[in-house]
């Protein structure tokens, strides 16, 4: 004759009477908590996003954009000029200084210098450079204190003629702030 046992803490249905098992009511937190930190984490890369940087590349690109050819019919021009300029930015309060010369290493006078010192990712520190000639070629401007990291000097040469004020040569420079 055959014995059976008998365990009394078994249940037929596979789970246990001490609730061990994951139910629905778990399934459903667990999904909650899951989106939850989801939705949280955008939410901060979205704010981070929106608010460190525009996404704006350029002012008005559709106006750039049908003045293209004019552009780089004009940075041609400005090749052919053969000038170059020595630009010198100081790591404290002090002034910029640029010196221009021609291809034969004369010095360019009678130009109205403008420019713009500022952070390669925001436009909030952005500085203007009202430059002075100060003596012939060596063009100065004023500007405060250029903390640490990486700058942009922006610079545009304008010769006045009888029809009004040409812009002739551009220049784009990145710089590196020493503390």
Known sequence: MASIRVDGNRNTRG???????????HVLLGLIAFFGVVFAVNGVFLYQALST???????????????????IEADARQQALGW??????PDHVGEVRAMMVDANKRPVTGLRLVGRVG????????RALEFKEASAG???????????????????????KSDGEAVVWRMRKRIWQKP
Do not use: C, F, M
Request: aromatic share 6%.
């Open 119 to 126: 952070r390669p990712s925001t436009g909030d520190l952005d």
């Open 53 to 71: 940087h525009t996404g704006v590349v350029a002012n008005e690109p559709y106006r750039k954009g049908l003045e293209y050819n004019q552009r």
């Open 138 to 160: 060596t063009y100065i401007a004023p500007v405060t204190v250029l903390e640490e990291g990486t700058w942009i000097v922006e610079l545009q040469a304008s010769e006045l």
């Open 15 to 25: 789970g246990s009477e001490s609730g061990g098992g994951i139910t629905g009511r």
């Open 84 to 89: 170059t300029v020595d630009l010198t930015v």
